[in-house]
Structures are given as structure tokens and as C-alpha cells.
């Protein structure tokens, strides 16, 4: 007589061993470390191993990386169960000093079905490249410029602006930086530079703690290392305009106003041996005291000088401008003079200078 409960527990047990037949990955390794290499030695390659310890064939469906610098290479076969499989992994340092770290997401047909690989190491710039990205050489440091610019700058606002570096030598380096005015701060990431890493100097520029306007250049020092310091100017520029963002209405309406008695001045022929002067006459028709905060040309040979630097309601101001020929190595003189006032509506106003030189 046939046992039904026999049967039917003999059935369970086969559609249970049945259901948990299944593939299963077994990472041997799940990063690599390429370490410190050239960019001139090519294309890096490491191999990824995976064993199948199911009782099911294993597929590698896909294998992506984050970036097109990193391609994996893997069988299309399926991987019977005991067997071994390699995915290869590529990367092209070209173009790319520095420190790097990749991702490659594997899917497979498992539980769970993505698994995560990781790459990393350090490449050392070719000369070609660092020259490129980095061309000024301080010493074992490089630096992508010689000039930071922040931009405008509200006055009392807090501005960031940032200046990248490179490590081209064999040793940890620790660059710093002086010379630096109370306005501005700098930190150094890292502190620390391992050999053929980067680092970015952030600045912040404090406004508040200016009393300058317009146009502002500070040179500051960048030292390559403590043990053996080099180093380097580089200047630091920003504009600083006021904030009248939170002027009312009837603020605005009682603001004062600018007019100028000429917006060009033409000096014509200037002799080399002579220094030339002109006046321009500033007007306030606002209803609040017109502030110069600043008056400067940018040109070597131009001085500005300004008589007050306050004029009430419909009073009335000068500026001196001074052309000193022996100052300057052009034929034509082509300047410019920015004044910077209190006006909201006009904050700053330019006047042109020009003329020609003649010995």
C-alpha cells in the first residue's frame, strides 16, 4: 500500500531543494590599489575575480563604471557552478594627475544582484599635462595661476574664491601661504600633500573688514614647503561695491546724485617732459551728502586727487587729474578714472582719458 504521506513529504522536499537551487557570487577581491604610477606608463588594468559557489550557472548581466576614463571587460558566458570568472578592469590616467577612485557596478543574475567594485591610486603628471593644467612651477609646487579673482563683492558680505596646486614631487609637501591682509583668510586642503596629489587653497574675502572700494589687488606670498620654501606671488582681486539692496523707497528718494562735468577729458599732444592736469567738477542734486569713496585710474601715468570727499546737497566738488608722460612706454595715452560714490542709482562713474605723447 502506497504511503501518501510519504509521497507527498518527498515532493515538498524536492520542490524545496528545487526552489533554493540557485547561482551565488563570491568576490575574491572587491578593490584594487593601483598605488603611485606614472601617466606616462598607459593604461592600468587589474583583474576582479568572482567564483560561483551556487548550484546554478552564474551570468554577469552588466558591468558599468561612473566615469568613461574606467572600462570593464567581462565573459558574456554563463559560469557553471565552482568555476572562476575575471572581469578586467581598465583605466586611463590621460589628461588625469592626481589622486582618483572609481566605482563599477556589477549586475548578476543573484540575491542581491549588484555588487560594487572600486579602483583607486595616484597618478603622477606627465610633463606635458601638468604644464597644461598647472603651468606655474613653484619649486616641488604647481599652481593652475598666478592670479585669484573674487569677483564683485557686496560691501559686508563674505566672498570665497579658490586656487588649485599640484605636488609634482616625490615627498609630501606642506604649502602655506603669507603676506595675507586681515580681510582675507586662506585654508589649505590638505595640509598635507602626499606625492602627486592636488590641493586647493580656499580664500575668503572679508569685505567688511576693508575700508577699500572699486577695484581691489592684494599680492599675497604662496610658499611651496617649509623644509624647502619657494615662492611665488599671486594677486588677489575683487570689486567692492556697496550694498543698496536694502535702501526703501523714500531712502532711494532722498539719495544723493552724481553729475559730472565731462565724462572725457583730451589731453591731445602731451609732451614727455611735462606733466598735464585737468579738473573735473563733481555736482550733487541729490537730497542726501554725496560720498567719493574712491576716485583711481588703473594707468601708471594718471594720479586722481579729489578736493572733498563729501559734498552736501547742491554742493560741488573737484577733481584733479594728473597725466605724468614719463610714466609710461605707449605712444597714446587711452585711461580711464573710476569714481565710486554713495549714489545708488550711479555708483560708479568713469571719465576717459586720452592724448598722445610726444618727445
Known amino acids: 500500500m502506497i504511503n ?95 589622486k582618483f577612485t572609481k566605482k563599477i557596478h556589477v549586475d548578476t543574475n543573484t540575491e542581491p544582484s549588484r555588487m560594487t567594485l572600486a579602483i583607486k591610486g595616484v597618478v603622477i603628471g606627465a610633463t606635458n599635462t601638468l604644464r597644461a593644467r598647472f603651468p606655474i612651477e613653484v619649486g616641488p609646487l604647481k599652481l593652475r595661476n598666478t592670479m585669484v579673482p573674487f569677483g564683485e563683492i557686496a560691501k559686508g558680505r563674505v566672498k570665497t574664491a579658490f586656487l588649485d596646486a599640484y605636488n609634482q614631487s616625490p615627498d609630501t609637501i606642506y604649502p602655506s601661504v ?21 590641493m586647493t587653497f580656499t580664500f575668503f574675502y572679508d569685505s ?44 532711494r528718494e532722498k539719495a544723493p546724485r552724481i553729475a559730472l562735468s565731462t565724462n ?14 585737468a579738473e573735473v567738477t563733481v555736482d550733487n542734486f541729490g ?15 594718471v594720479t586722481v586727487k579729489v578736493n572733498k570727499d563729501k559734498i552736501k546737497n547742491g554742493g560741488q ?13 605707449d605712444e597714446l595715452l587711452n585711461a580711464r578714472v573710476i569714481i565710486i560714490t554713495n549714489d545708488p542709482d550711479r555708483p560708479q562713474s568713469t571719465v576717459r582719458v586720452v592724448g598722445e605723447y610726444i618727445d
Request: some cysteine.
Open 208 to 251: 567688511s573688514r576693508s575700508d577699500d572700494w572699486g577695484l581691489c589687488t592684494d599680492e599675497i606670498i604662496i610658499l611651496s614647503d617649509n623644509e624647502t620654501p619657494v615662492t611665488m606671488p599671486v594677486s588677489l582681486t575683487a570689486i567692492l561695491n556697496e550694498d543698496f539692496s536694502k535702501l526703501t523707497p523714500e531712502q
Open 178 to 198: 603669507s603676506n595675507l591682509p586681515d580681510y582675507i583668510k586662506v585654508d589649505a586642503a590638505p595640509a598635507a600633500v602626499p606625492p602627486g596629489e592636488q
Open 317 to 329: 566738488g573737484k577733481i584733479e587729474i594728473k597725466v605724468d608722460p614719463s610714466k609710461s612706454a
Open 4 to 98: 501518501c504521506k510519504s509521497i507527498l513529504c518527498a515532493s515538498m522536499m524536492a520542490i524545496a531543494a528545487v526552489a533554493q537551487a540557485a547561482p551565488e557570487a563570491t568576490w575574491l577581491t572587491k578593490s584594487h590599489d593601483f598605488g603611485a604610477f606614472d601617466e606616462d606608463m598607459g593604461k592600468v588594468s587589474c583583474d576582479f575575480k568572482v567564483v560561483n559557489t551556487g548550484d546554478e550557472p552564474l551570468m554577469i548581466l552588466a558591468a558599468r563604471a561612473t566615469c568613461g576614463c574606467t572600462v570593464p571587460a567581462y565573459t558574456r558566458d554563463p559560469i557553471a557552478p565552482g568555476d572562476t570568472a575575471t572581469i578586467t578592469v581598465t583605466y586611463d590616467p590621460a589628461g588625469r594627475p592626481g
Open 264 to 277: 572725457a577729458v583730451d589731453s591731445e599732444e602731451m609732451s614727455r617732459d611735462k606733466i598735464h592736469t
Open 287 to 301: 537730497k542726501e551728502p554725496l560720498i567719493i569713496r574712491k576716485a583711481y585710474s588703473v594707468d601708471p601715468a
